[in-house]
C-alpha cells in the first residue's frame, strides 16, 4: 500500500473513531447518524486496508 | 483531507434531473490523487432530460449498460464524505446542490457539521483575474493541465490538478 493511501487509511479510521465517540457525546439529534457513519467508514478503511480495490500506482480506484 | 467531486447529469435542475455520473478524487495535503470514485448512475426519468446535458456528457443509454441505481452510487460514496473533509468542485455549489437534492429523495441524511465547501472556479477568479473565460477547459489550459475529457472522474482529476497548480500561483 502507498504511504498516501496508507495516510487516507489512517485517516478514515480516525474519523471513525471520532465519530463513534461523538455517537456518545454528541448532540442528541445526530447521535444515531454518527453511530452509523462510523461503522460505515471503518468499512471502508478496513476494505481498503485488505486490497479489496484495485491499486493504480499510488491510486486505489474505489 | 480534501475530496473533489463532479458530477454528470440530465441537466441544470436539481429537483427536475438526475445524476447519471459521479466522480470523485480523494486526496491529503498535497493534492495529489490517492483514492479515485467513479460510478456511472441509471437515470430513472430520461423524459426529463435535456438533451444538450446528454450532448456535453455523452451519454446513451449503450454506453450506460454498466450503471448502477443512484442509492447504490451514493452509498458507496458517503463514507468519503462524512467526515471532517472538504468537499471542492468547479461552481461545487452545482453539485452540492443534486447531492442534496438525492439524499433527500433517498431519504439519506445530508447533515454534517464538519463538512466544508471550497469552489476551485472562484479561486481561479480570485487568484487569476482578468481571464477571458473561466470554465475548467479554460483554466486548465491556461494553467498547462491536461484535461481528459467531459466526464465526471476526468473532471474531478482536472480540477484537482488545477487546485493545486493555483496554490503554486498562490504560493502557498
Known sequence: MSSEID???????????????????????LREHLRRDSGR????????ERGDWAEDGARLRL | MIIVIDLETTGLDPVEHEIIEIGAVLSGDAFAPSILFERKVNPEHLETASQEAFQINGFTPESWGQA??????????????????????????FDVAFLKAAYA???????????????????????LP???????????????????????LADAMCTLEVARKLREVARL
Open chain 2, 130 to 152: 482578468g481571464l477571458e473565460s473561466y470554465s475548467l477547459t479554460s483554466v486548465a489550459e491556461k494553467l498547462g493541465v491536461k484535461h481528459g475529457g467531459h466526464r465526471a
Open chain 1, 41 to 48: 467508514v471503518l468499512r471502508v478503511a478496513n476494505a481498503i
Open chain 2, 68 to 93: 448502477i441505481p443512484l442509492d447504490e452510487a451514493l452509498v458507496a460514496l458517503d463514507p468519503l464524505i462524512a467526515g471532517d473533509i472538504t468537499i471542492a468542485g468547479w461552481g461545487v455549489a
Open chain 1, 7 to 29: 495516510k487516507v487509511v489512517r485517516w478514515l479510521k480516525s474519523e471513525a473513531e471520532r465519530m463513534r465517540v461523538e455517537s456518545s457525546t454528541g448532540p442528541k439529534g
Open chain 2, 105 to 127: 429523495r433517498l431519504g439519506l441524511p445530508w447533515m454534517n457539521t464538519r463538512r466544508r465547501l471550497l469552489d476551485i472556479c472562484s479561486a481561479a477568479q480570485f487568484l
